[in-house]
């Protein structure tokens, strides 16, 4: 292998894709505290929600599969990545699809799949970082000044959590990320993405767990709801964060993220090649 067609040099067009996506992205700071804000309001509504369930239960002796505090801490995190679900696909490449210039990105020598990948990774992460960020000091530090600390966000469970939880959300961008990239294939062959967008948000938010926690749905339906892919951007980091998985467990979970992340992404990469084969622009 010559200098030229080094893993370096063949990987450079798509790290520097993701640099520019990702730099471009963080220049949007109102948006970013906007959104802040609208999370930290729901957030607290959600709190207040669980508080009082579980001040009912408390009072009728049921129990439940995680703590107030566990689900507390569970509305913050879910708040704080709520714009890691791929509720909608890249609005520049949905541009690029109705303008037409999505004809430059086929004549790029690189593999189209890939740089859309790496730039929607890079519009996530720079979406995701700063909100996470501005939500865990809120969450994990103002709120206990205030001495509001049975309502904060709490820490995980141990170092080891800590840490397995890192990994998983790296996974959940990825996995996130492949399943933006399915979206930009269907509103490439579709022409338009409103109405994509408008199918896939109800489905992503309460199978992912954003809308409730997973863990406090049926009993009968948990093994199903841990192993479908949406589980991976949400509910598997959570039980992850709280200890809930440990061991050959944690590395199960992980696991389960990797093979819908290999699985959405040979899938895409397919149903890209075979949109982009019959795509005309302007009849061309």
Not at 85 to 95: H, I, K, N, S, T
Not at 118 to 137: H, K, Q
Not at 175 to 191: G, I
Request: proline content about 5%.
């Amino acid at each position: 292998m010559t200098a030229a067609t080094s893993p370096r040099d063949l990987a450079r067009p798509y790290l520097a894709a993701f640099a520019s996506r990702f730099l471009q992205m963080l220049q949007y700071r109102t948006a970013a505290l906007a959104g802040f804000a609208t999370q930290c309001w729901w957030g607290g509504i959600k709190v207040m929600v669980f508080a009082a369930f579980y001040g009912h239960a408390a009072g009728t002796g049921a129990s439940s599969s995680m703590s107030l505090a566990q689900a507390i801490t569970y509305s913050w995190l879910a708040q704080g990545l709520l714009v890691l679900l791929p509720w909608l696909g890249d609005p520049e490449v949905a541009q690029a699809v109705r303008t037409g210039a999505v004809a430059y990105d086929r004549l790029r020598p690189v593999d189209a799949y890939a740089l859309w990948f790496a730039r929607s990774a890079g519009w996530i992460a720079a979406r995701v970082l700063p909100r996470v960020a501005l939500m865990a000091a809120f969450a994990m530090v103002a709120l206990p000044l205030f001495g509001l600390g049975e309502w904060a966000w709490q820490l995980p469970a141990g170092v080891a959590a800590g840490l397995a939880f890192v990994l998983s959300a790296v996974l959940a961008l990825l996995l996130s990320t492949s399943m933006v990239m399915l979206l930009n294939v269907a509103a490439t062959a579709a022409l338009n993405e409103r109405g994509i967008s408008a199918v896939a948000t109800p489905v992503v938010i309460v199978l992912s767990g954003n809308l409730l926690p997973l863990a406090m749905l049926p009993d009968g339906w948990q093994t199903a709801l841990l192993v479908q892919p949406l589980a991976g951007l949400m509910d598997i980091p959570a039980r992850l964060y709280f200890g809930q998985l440990r061991g050959w467990q944690a590395v199960g979970g992980l696991g389960l993220q990797a093979f819908w992340i290999a699985v959405l992404v040979a899938f895409g990469h397919f149903a890209m090649g075979r949109t982009m084969r019959g795509l005309q622009v302007q009849g061309g």
